[in-house]
């Protein structure tokens, strides 16, 4: 076979071109510490990372959704929290009321230190954040108690999605924790003011009958709080199940897409080599001596 | 009787034919490097005998010293008819490769404006709305979320159609360049005959045709003949003459209404009839941008187009049963599309909806507003159900394999167009070998003519002295 001086040197340019194409290549993936830059740099691994991605930002959004669901919970927690404070001291005043040597002066007094009280407890029951009135149901751009403390929420209760098809619920209704008027729950306004009316007329039968329903008023919070803590560790669980899935599913793409330095570098290390051998056989093929040295 | 003249003749035809391949060694050498070149090699042969009467009326032969016979060119047929073949091929992936990597761009995932993270969105939209459903801004942003999807399957459709485009403009200039390359034939056809008829080689515009012949070769399926008279006979791909003789076809390019206004290419033959043969080009470059305009683009738009489709469908079948703020349901959110062909170019959320964000039909009841979620939470559960239309996947996990394909496709299209080359350049390599040009070798002929001029020149100076001498005698 006849070699030309072409094939020579064409042969040399091809060599090292390749070469340079995978240095080229490496280069980039070690800059930019990512291996699938683009879906051909492996079509497997970039479907893979994105059915990932897609379930990563799910868990991100689940774990921004367990966050506001923790936020209501709490808020409403506390609230309820501080009701069954307010029932406490009512309580206080009501077996005050009863002592025999109370003045009508002095009925009158405590009658509006309950009047203040309920005055508190409406402000709880109405109580607003972010925007909402947490204890309104659906209903919750209005007040849930009007001013005849009577109530105009609704019994719905909010459901966030924490987890594929796994809700919390992150509202309750007001008539649970404050009575809506209806059998089913305690009228803790109603109670309160009929507290009122019975101190201020020093009515000591209806005095005792309140103070024994301001009993089922406290019962009726703790009952609130009871369903509102076992949603409360629901999100907690949620919120360990999530961050553990968000490690996985870090550490799931990383491995798909991210270089592994050590073997990235190694190969760099080879194809130089090679591309050094490669300049240095194709310069002395180049250069060869040839008859024109000695005519 | 042998005169000194005819020795003298003798000589001098020694050192015209030295000359000649001089002449041939220097045209080699500075065509080492021209593309196409094949290299030509002087045949020198003897100029016969001739009849001499010696002194005792025998008749004998003497020489009439050398000729050169002909200049020929190395040339493989084998191998230039399979390089023509590699030609085709490799320019057919060439292309495909080049534009689908174009393609492949519009799946880069670091994107703003990719399907993918903007379904993920909109469902995370939905999602985030449904812990504040009366909240305006948060449904404005699930508005926006939802444009966004519309823009991002908007924006796919146009830039997949502008790669088209763009193979388009080149087709447009590659079938120019057949025409021109098809009219050096033809002009080269026709001054080979004229030097062939009188039994010479027209070596260099034999060199010259071939060169046009390769390059059209790269661009589409070629067939060449070439007919005793030194005339090649070109045809495209299934039989569509382009060459005969002098003479050469039209190729030309035109919108073609029933393909999105992208171009046809059309022939019209050495008798006018005009055909269309787009779909009879199946190789070279030109083969390649069909292939990747008709056939693999549309196919993933294709794709997308179903992906646009059945997600429209599916999120206003939940958005309808739901109710807005105003207590009213059977609101589409997506304006309806009607068919699959075109629905991502199409994708358009409802106008009356994106002006009042309040008309979002996140509540199932409508008693129970502004704090119903629940049409919201349904919606949500799109993302994660499977869609018999989409092979019984998610939306996103369509998406993915769509991207996997695209990303195989290159792949497949990279190995292949890098395989062709390879198989191009061994070929090349081999023709190399039999047609290029060795300095080496040349300078061997360079030595062996120079030689060969310096013992004629000798001959000649022997003869002159010869000749002094008899002169001598005479004075």
Known sequence: ??????????????????????????????????????????SIAAKKVSVLQTEYSRIEQYQKNVEAAHRLLTVADHTIGESSNTLFRLKEIAIRGLNSSMTPSDRNNLAEEIATLKEHMMTLANTRTENRYIFGGYAMSAPPYDNAFNFVGDTNTTSIAVGDSSLVKATIPGG?????????????????????????????????????????????????????????SRVEASKTILAYKDTELRAGMAQLKDVDFTSAVSELKVVENALQATIATSSRLMKGTSLLDYL | MLGLKNTLRNAASGMNASQAGLATVGHNL??????????????????????????????????????????????????????????????FFQEQSQGLKLFERLFDDQASNTIGPAIDEFF?????????????????????????IARSFNEFSQQAHSVREDADRTLQANVERINELAEIIAATNSRIGTIEAVGLTANDFRDQRDIAVKEIAELADVRVLIHKDGGAQIDLANG????????????????????????????????????????????????????????????????????????????????????????????????????????????SVNQVIEADPGLIAAAVDPAALPGDNRN?????????????????????????????????????????S?????????????????????????????SRFQKHFE??????????????????LIR
């Not at chain 1, 209806?182 to 309140?210: C, P, S, Y």
């Not at chain 2, 769509?402 to 990279?414: H, K, L, P, Q, T």
């Not at chain 2, 013992?455 to 002094?468: E, G, Y």
């Open chain 2, 124 to 148: 995370n939209a939905a999602r985030d709305l449904s812990q504040e459903p009366h909240r305006f801004g948060n449904r404005q942003m699930f508005m926006l979320s939802a444009e966004n």
């Open chain 2, 30 to 91: 500075a065509n080492a490097d021209t593309d196409g070149y094949s290299r030509q090699q002087v045949h020198i042969g003897n100029r016969g005998p001739l009849k001499v009467f010696t002194g005792s009326q025998q008749i004998s032969q003497a020489g009439q010293g050398a000729t050169v016979q002909n200049i020929q060119r190395a040339h493989s047929t084998f191998l230039e008819r399979q390089l023509l073949r590699d030609r085709m091929e490799r320019g």
């Open chain 1, 176 to 232: 649970s924790a404050f009575g809506d008027g209806t059998a089913a729950t305690v009228d803790v306004f109603d109670n309160i003011n009929q507290l009122e009316t019975a101190v201020r007329l020093g009515i000591e039968v209806d005095m005792q009958n309140e103070l024994e329903r301001l009993e089922s008023s406290i019962e009726q919070g703790i009952e609130a709080r009871r369903f509102i803590g076992l949603q409360l």
């Open chain 2, 418 to 446: 890098e395989f062709h080359q390879t198989r191009f350049e061994q070929s090349d390599s081999l023709r190399e070998s039999i047609e290029g040009v060795s300095i080496d070798d040349e300078m061997v002929d360079l």
């Open chain 1, 1 to 42: 076979m006849r070699v030309t001086e072409k094939q020579r040197f064409v042969l040399s340019q091809l060599r090292i071109g390749k070469q340079r194409v995978r240095q080229i290549k490496l280069t980039e993936q070690l800059s930019s510490g990512i291996r699938v830059n683009r879906p051909s740099d492996d």
């Open chain 2, 376 to 416: 919201l939470l349904a919606l949500a559960d799109l993302q994660t159900a499977s869609h018999a239309v989409l092979t019984n996947v998610t939306f996103n996990h369509f998406y993915s394999e769509v991207i996997r394909s695209v990303g195989a496709g290159v792949n497949r299209s990279e190995q292949l």
């Open chain 2, 455 to 472: 013992a004629s020149a000798r001959v000649m100076d022997t003869v002159n002295r010869m000749m002094d001498e008899i002169m001598q």
């Open chain 2, 240 to 347: 569509f003459s382009l060459v005969q003789g002098n003479n050469r076809a039209v190729l030309s390019t035109i919108p073609d209404p029933a393909n999105a206004g992208l171009l046809a290419i059309e022939h019209t033959s050495l008798s006018g009839v005009t055909t269309e043969i787009t779909n009879s080009i199946q190789t070279g470059e030109i083969g390649g941008l069909l292939n990747l305009r008709d056939t693999v683009i549309p196919t993933h738009m294709g794709e997308m187009d179903q992906l646009a489709f059945t997600f429209v469908a599916e999120v206003n079948a939940v958005h309808q049963a739901g109710v807005g703020l105003d207590g009213l349901g059977g609101r589409d959110l997506f304006d309806p599309i009607g068919v699959v062909a075109g629905a991502g170019l199409s994708m």
